[in-house]
């Protein structure tokens, strides 16, 4: 059965920063692309972040370059998200991707991030 647990998230002020992260378990992580995506109420879902399969190429939306780093351990099947410089407007529910080789997607729940003074 495939399983995701984001965790992380919380509270922070502005210019703060936190990690999250997404622990999976029930399928070969190490031959997922992994992805964060993050939705807010009345937005579509927004991508924010993917790894490949051996962590050596990433990709970013524009409005996290330079602030947002994913990353990927494949011994732990574990996705991570580290984000510095904290924005309000990336106040979301930040939830993790796990797509296969034929094009499944797995979707976790998501974990909240507020951004806030």
Not at 37 to 63: H, L, M, Q
Not at 67 to 72: N, V
Not at 89 to 104: H, I, M, P
Request: glycine share 12%; hydrophobic share 30%; with cysteine.
């Amino acid at each position: 059965q495939v399983r995701f647990a984001e965790s992380g998230g919380g509270l922070v002020q502005p210019g703060g920063s936190l990690r999250i992260s997404c622990a999976t378990s029930g399928f070969p992580f190490k031959y997922y692309v992994m992805s964060w995506y993050r939705r807010t109420p009345g937005k579509e879902r927004e991508f924010v972040a993917s790894i490949d399969k051996t962590g050596a190429s990433t990709n970013y939306t524009d409005s996290v370059k330079g602030r947002f780093t994913i990353s990927r351990d494949n011994s732990a099947g574990t996705l991570y998200l580290q984000m510095n410089r904290l924005k309000p407007e990336d106040t979301a529910v930040y939830l993790c991707k796990a797509r296969s080789a034929w094009g499944v997607d797995y979707w976790g729940k998501g974990t909240q991030v507020t951004v806030s003074s």
